[in-house]
Every structure is written in structure tokens, then in C-alpha cells.
């Protein structure tokens, strides 16, 4: 699942490999606390994403990141429905996305509303969310 992350060329990919920070892994003590969802195709990592629990009682989803091979298959939004169930299971009122321009169609389909911005690295991104109530 790294290398396959890492070194897939896709569309996106300049623009992240110009801030390498917007491709770090889900941290390690995410991963042993169990907030990494990961979606398997024919036995393969395909794509994951990240809950993470906020203080305000809502949730941070990280991603999802899908294979590029995979695109427009159904499988980001797969990730986006498995992230709103856990995060309804840890009590969340509300997933909230910093989402890419790219991203911001996806997740509009996804049913998440543009309610701010947030400054990134490379610019002020959008803040989108979902209500879990
Ligand atoms: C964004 C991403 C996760 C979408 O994954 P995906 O598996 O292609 O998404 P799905 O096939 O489940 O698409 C769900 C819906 O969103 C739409 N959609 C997906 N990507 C879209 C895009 N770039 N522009 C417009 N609509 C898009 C699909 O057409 C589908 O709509 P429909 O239900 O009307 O058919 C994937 O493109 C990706 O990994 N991108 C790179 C990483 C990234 O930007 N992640 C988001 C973090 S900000």
C-alpha cells in the first residue's frame, strides 16, 4: 500500500509532490488506535482514509485516497459511507473535510457542504462538512 501510494503517477500528483507533506501515510498511532480505514480490491489495498476524533465532538476525515487506476468505481464514496458510520460510532455530530479543488465535486456527491476555508500549504483550501445527525 505505501510503495503503491507513493509511486503511482496520477494527474494530482505534481502538485503534491511539490508540498511531500500532502502525501504522508496515516501516522503510526493512528493506525494502532484503529482510525485507518482501508478498502481491498481483489485482495489489494485500493484506497483508504482516516478518522480522527476532534475535540469539539466532530471528526476529521483524512483522504480518502484511491488507487488512480480506480477512479469513478464507486470506491471513494464506499470509503466516505465506512468513515460516517465509525465516526457515528465514536458519537461525532459532524465529518469535516479540508478538501482540494479536485476533491470539492467529490465530495459534494458525497453530501458534504462548503462551510469555510482553511490555509494549507499551498494555499486556503475549502472546509467541507457532513452532518451525522
Ligand atoms: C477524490 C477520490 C477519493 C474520489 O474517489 P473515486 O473512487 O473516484 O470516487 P467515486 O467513484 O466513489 O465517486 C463518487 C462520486 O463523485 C464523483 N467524482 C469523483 N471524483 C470526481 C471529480 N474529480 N470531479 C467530479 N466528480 C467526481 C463521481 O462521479 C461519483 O458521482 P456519482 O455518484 O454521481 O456517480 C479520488 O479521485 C482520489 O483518490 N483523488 C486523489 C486524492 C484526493 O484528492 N483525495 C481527497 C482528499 S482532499
Redesign the pocket.
Known sequence: MQRRASLKW?A?RPEQVQHPQTLTLPAADHIAAGLVIVFEHWGEAA?FAVVVPREDGRADI???????D???????????EECAQFAMALEAAELV????P??E???A??GFKATGTVDTTHGP?AVMSRSLT
Open positions: 496520477d494530482a484506497g483524512d483522504g480518502p485516497f484511491v488507487e488512480p480506480l477512479w469513478r468505481g464507486g470506491i471513494g464514496r464506499k470509503l466516505v473535510a479540508a478538501a482540494s479536485r476533491a465535486p467529490f465530495y456527491k458525497c483550501v
